[in-house]
């Protein structure tokens, strides 16, 4: 099982940016699908996650109303639409895929497979 990243980069406050992360060697639609994020020195955050049918997404009020996650389930990707972006966004953005129930999805453990992270650097 693969999971890339893709689309991070060093940006404004306030510009967008869409992450993108490629899933290969698994059943993609048996899986929902997490963005995390950890900064130095920080632990792993949940950022975002997503049914398999993309019918329902879940954030934390910390990216509520300026990320969105989506899938596109032809191409085995799922994207982190980010807008609105902030210093604190700052940090190692990771995807995952999980065979959990939705109470599980903001938990890292709870995921069974991890990519290798992608930086996003929004300087001020």
């Known amino acids: 099982v693969q999971l890339v990243e893709s689309g991070g980069g060093l940006v404004q406050a306030g510009d967008s940016l869409r992450l993108s992360c490629v899933a290969s060697?698994?059943?993609?639609?048996?899986?929902?699908m997490g963005w995390f994020r950890q900064a130095p020195g920080k632990e792993r955050e949940f950022v975002a996650a997503?049914?398999?049918?993309?019918?329902?997404?879940y954030y934390p009020d910390s990216v509520k109303g300026r990320f969105t996650i989506s899938r596109d389930n032809a191409r085995n990707t799922v994207y982190l639409q980010m807008n609105s972006l902030k210093p604190e966004d700052t940090a190692v953005y990771y995807c995952?895929?999980?065979?959990?129930?939705?109470?599980?999805?903001?938990?890292?453990?709870?995921?069974?497979?991890w990519g290798q992270g992608t930086q996003v650097t929004v300087s001020s």
């Open positions: 995952a895929a999980t065979t959990g129930l939705t109470p599980g999805w903001g938990r890292p453990y709870e995921y069974e497979y």
């Open positions: 060697g698994l059943t993609f639609t048996d899986y929902a």
């Open positions: 997503v049914s398999w049918s993309g019918g329902t997404t």
